[in-house]
């Protein structure tokens, strides 16, 4: 065997995003590209705003000696001092550019968190549904992720997070707004959130971080505002990136920002930065990192994204199925009109409609739909949304 | 306590080369900028070609839709084809575009390498005196790195490697041309470990890799080659990057390649585009993958390197220094006139030169002197040397 048994075993049970995703390369390529309906991926389908190319090309022309060698392992001060400023104006707290690490993405801003600050064995709650990777990035540093169920309506259950605390616990992870439900903490579940924490980190006699996954922090709809959660709890580390809000997912550019009264902030801030080295990210990406610089605040066009949910959110409940309304971020996460979610999304594959099972996010009996899509894939969906509505509910 | 009781012990021991980089700062703000002699960093100080230059601003212009998007973890086909390519031509042996993965830098391809293939516990060994981040490297992922010494013209020695393996010994890892010694291994040492480690591996019964970090690989003076490792051993894997042969290091781009003949090269290859995906690295970024795609083979002016390593070698062993003439890479490692390096360092210090202890390396009684600096800083050295030599060798 050439791998270990452990990236044997989890590779295995992998991604069901993955599984549907071949799954939809082989119908396209037996059916065209045109009439397969692909809502199984969250890569961004809206281009990056006009500013980033104009300062992109600008920042290429730039000859300045040293400009794509190494920089200090937390990034440019520059870019963690922009960071810091909208951050700062953001959470409506003052946030030090010595709190912010820039980061390959929040994927690699999740990891540095984990590797910082968990031992073996360690747990991590996270409210169910929730992004799968989050196992891994969890794992990877000898962690144990414990999934919580959220309450009904999505919102989390800070009681259930109470009960499922235990010696072991070493952080809450949230990711507002949510994948894959759209869902949008309300400042009252942050602040009861924090304050339970913070009750617990005293009796415990250690702190019990929140770390924040918020990379769909400017993809909101209806003015909808994302609460800050730095201002909640003290003890809270943000992971971000600009993968969705710029749409640059692909040149893996994010950070991570401690609050500005979390215990501790120079050993907290060199562990981070030490993790991102030796983890081999050594640093993030030097040019997107001067890029990202001059485009604080700026965010992609959400027109499309806003009238797909329209779409796909009257769609769905007009057709009789239980939906929430998506205050953020750009999915759906509808229940299932059966039990078996994996029975159901294979019956859309027969109608060439590609979806996530909930089970691939930890709760069976439910399906993700990403609507970052064109217009013409989500006005197609909806038909047979309407039939199957037929089906299932009359 | 913030951090993991892990992270607190290792960045505690943490690294030399920052030490020094720390002690250079404070002496440079003390003495000012061009009386301070900076040996202590490989920061590449040779500009990238002008060919990345016009190829980054014509890329810069794309506006492709997607072009800064996800692409498959493993990276564009195209850019996988293209250093697939040149690997071909440099190693002599046909490399298939499916088993070069992407990655961030060398340090990340070596993270991915050996999160794939190691289980907890398991060995990898390495010649010494090595580049320190190998020990986290191997650590991060539940292995155990295992130094074993060099002869003394710093070659490899076979038979130690050999004596040294055991039923947890799972890779050999070794950096050609070495940091910090600066020598290329010839083709005979690789053939012989190549030998050792099939027979060891058939005796075994399971496969034992050869691990090669080659981001010098391009870095080499008076027309040396390195010898091709993929050729030598059917079950290698490369880890490259283009941080030292473009001088790109703060951009975060290199790739894995396995040997052609490597076991069950599909179960491999998947599990380090997983490892990939998990590690939170998810792709390596997409605009320098396309810039690098149009550059193979380019590698940046070595006339600076090759000065220095004249002026410094012919320096140091003019004064009476024991030291080896670098092939490749941008190291000096000589012996130290006294047995303790920390006290020699602090010596040096005192000239206002800045050297890592060969301790930084696993290799006590020696020095590092990184020469990717100025001329001017290389040609001050030399009478500093001359100094000390006068001191400790007449």
């Known amino acids: 065997m050439p791998i270990s048994k452990r990236i044997a075993e989890a590779s295995k049970g992998s991604s069901w995003i993955r599984k549907m995703f071949e799954e939809g390369r082989r119908l396209t390529e037996l059916h065209g590209c045109d009439s397969v309906f692909d809502f199984s991926i969250g890569n961004p389908c809206v281009e990056p705003p006009a500013e ?43 946030v030090p550019a010595d709190n912010v690490v820039m980061t390959s993405g929040a994927g690699g801003a999740l990891n540095v968190i984990f590797k910082t600050i968990l031992d073996t064995g ?46 072991q616990t070493r952080a809450v992870l949230i990711n507002s707004p949510n994948n894959p439900t759209g869902r949008v903490y309300p400042q009252e579940t942050l602040e009861a959130l924090g304050a339970m924490l913070r009750k617990k980190s005293r009796e415990e006699g250690r702190i019990i971080f929140l770390v924040s996954d918020e990379p769909y922090r400017r993809i909101v709809y209806d003015g909808v505002r994302v609460p800050p959660v730095l201002a909640s709890y003290e003890n809270s580390i943000i992971a971000n990136s600009y993968s969705k809000e710029l749409s640059l997912a692909g040149e893996r550019i994010g950070y991570v920002a401690a609050g500005p009264r979390v215990q501790d902030a120079s050993v907290l801030m060199a562990g981070l930065i030490y993790a991102n080295r030796i983890l081999g990210f050594v640093n993030a990406p030097a040019l997107m990192q001067r890029v990202v610089a001059r485009l604080q605040g700026v965010t992609v066009d959400l027109n499309l994204y806003q009238r797909n ?53 930890g709760m069976p009996g439910y399906f993700r739909m990403a609507y970052c899509v064109d217009s013409k894939t989500a006005d197609a969906a909806v038909p047979i949304f309407e039939t199957l509505g037929k089906k299932y509910f009359s």
């Not at 799968?132 to 169920?149: A, F, I, R, T």
């Not at 229940?335 to 159901?344: G, H, L, N, Q």
């Open 122 to 167: 360690q747990e991590v709650i996270v409210p169910a549904p929730y992004f799968m990777e989050y196992v891994s990035y969890v794992d990877n540093h000898g962690g144990v992720l414990k999934p919580v169920s959220s309450r009904a309506d999505f919102d989390i259950d800070v009681d259930a997070i109470e009960k499922a605390m235990n010696a």
């Open 309 to 361: 949910r329209d779409v796909l959110y009257g769609g769905l409940s007009g057709a009789g199925f239980e939906v929430q309304k998506p205050e953020g971020a750009f999915y759906l996460f509808p229940k299932a009109p059966i039990d078996e979610d994996v029975a159901f999304a294979q019956e859309l594959l027969e109608h060439l409609v590609l979806v996530v099972p909930g089970s691939g996010f």
């Open 52 to 94: 980033f190319q104009q300062v992109l090309e600008e920042l290429a022309r730039d000859r300045t000696p040293g400009v794509h060698g190494y920089m200090p392992n937390a990034g440019y001060l520059e870019t963690r001092r922009a960071v810091a400023d909208c951050l700062s104006a953001d959470q409506g707290i003052e």
